[in-house]
């Protein structure tokens, strides 16, 4: 009796496995409305400069005013390309805002 029980139990425990990863997963994500008014239009480009922005050593400063002239720079040089800010939770929020 044991034994015709444990297919059934394997087969109960790999779609709860299978509910679980197809729950979890982030397959064909949809940007929801809020998002769109925060960030705008999504651009669509082959290519992205990217930069991450993190506090916790002595050129903070330094490093916030360096990004600020990359992405000016890069913007008036009309790069085809998305610009990106990775913004590490501890950056104050003037500082993120500004981007």
Same mark, same amino acid.
């Given at each position: 009796? &044991? /034994? ?5 139990? +394997? ?7 299978? %509910? &679980?990863?197809? !729950? ?7 940007? !929801? &409305?809020?998002? +769109? ?8 480009? !082959?290519?992205?400069?990217?930069? +991450? +922005? ?8 330094? %490093?916030? *005013? ?17 610009? *990106? *800010?990775?913004? /590490? ?11």
């Amino acid at each position: 009796m &044991a /034994s015709c029980r444990e297919p059934w139990l +394997m087969l109960r425990f790999l779609l709860l496995l299978v %509910f &679980a990863v197809y !729950k979890t997963t982030a397959f064909g994500e949809v940007v !929801k &409305a809020g998002q +769109m008014e925060q960030e705008g239009p999504p651009q669509r480009h !082959k290519n992205a400069y990217a930069t +991450m +922005m993190y506090m916790g050593t002595p050129r903070d400063f330094e %490093f916030y *005013v360096a990004i600020r002239v990359m992405l000016r720079s890069l913007a008036q040089l009309h790069v085809d390309a998305d610009l *990106v *800010v990775i913004a /590490s939770h501890d950056v104050p929020r003037r500082w993120v805002r500004t981007m």
